[in-house]
């Protein structure tokens, strides 16, 4: 079955700075891969997402990841936080036709 | 068009009560979830819901009855709640696994 991994629990960066959040996903055919993002108090809203094709996703908010296979990774970026952006970001794969999420990685943001 | 809602968004339980948690969606989905998060664990599937007159278990359905009452419908029952279901619920439709859309959740807290 396919699973995923996010080993930061917790990131923290200055507003306008560069943004990268990993997320490894373990062995299998082409994953269906997903990337939530879920403000405080909030339920879970959907960034972006990977089926196949081009390996540059881009999602709102200004959000892109890029799907490598070589390194099973589907990393989450952002070139400028946001205050706003301070959340916590799941990433999922789609196994069994059910979705897995990781554990998270929650983004603080400093001004 | 108010998506998935979910009622009550707190509440509190005595061990050993019982209690219904309510979700709607008006976006005509075939199915719905249920998902508990707890911190560092991510969302596991409790129970879902591929059609009307259909549930089936996910990871985590010890404790736990649902119904899909009808196509807009699905509640999850605790019958008699124990402080590990202390959690953070949430439930989500979508027309297949790979599009899922969210609601607010429900905290409960269970003493």
């Known amino acids: 079955a396919q699973s995923v991994t996010q080993p930061d629990i917790h990131i923290t960066v200055s507003e306008g700075a560069s943004l990268e959040l990993r997320c490894n996903y373990s062995?299998?055919?082409?994953?269906?891969l997903f990337w939530y993002v879920q403000s405080p108090g909030q339920g879970l809203q959907l960034l972006l997402k990977?089926?196949?094709?081009?390996?540059l996703v881009q999602g709102i908010k200004g959000f892109e990841a890029e799907f490598k296979r070589s390194q099973s990774s589907f990393n989450l970026r952002k070139p400028s936080v946001h205050w706003s952006d301070a959340a916590e970001y799941f990433c999922?794969?789609?196994?069994?036709?059910?979705?897995?999420f990781g554990t998270g990685t929650r983004l603080q943001v400093f001004p | 068009n108010a998506g998935v809602t979910q009622t009550p968004k707190f509440q509190v339980l005595k061990t050993g009560q019982s209690m219904t948690l309510q979700c709607a969606q008006d976006m005509n989905h075939n199915s719905m979830y249920w998902y508990r998060q707890d911190p560092g664990m991510g969302l596991r599937l409790i129970y879902y819901?591929?059609?009307?007159?259909?549930?089936d278990k996910g990871e985590v359905p010890n404790g736990y009855n649902v119904s899909r009452l009808n196509k807009r419908e699905f509640s999850l029952r605790l019958e008699s709640a124990a402080p590990s279901q202390t959690s953070v619920y949430f439930c989500?439709?979508?027309?297949?696994?790979?599009?899922?859309?969210f609601g607010p959740g429900t905290r409960l807290t269970v003493t």
């Open positions: 819901s591929a059609s009307e007159g259909t549930t």
């Open positions: 062995y299998g055919a082409t994953p269906y």
């Open positions: 999922a794969v789609v196994s069994a036709d059910k979705l897995i």
């Open positions: 990977y089926f196949s094709g081009d390996t």
């Open positions: 989500a439709s979508g027309r297949a696994t790979y599009e899922q859309y």
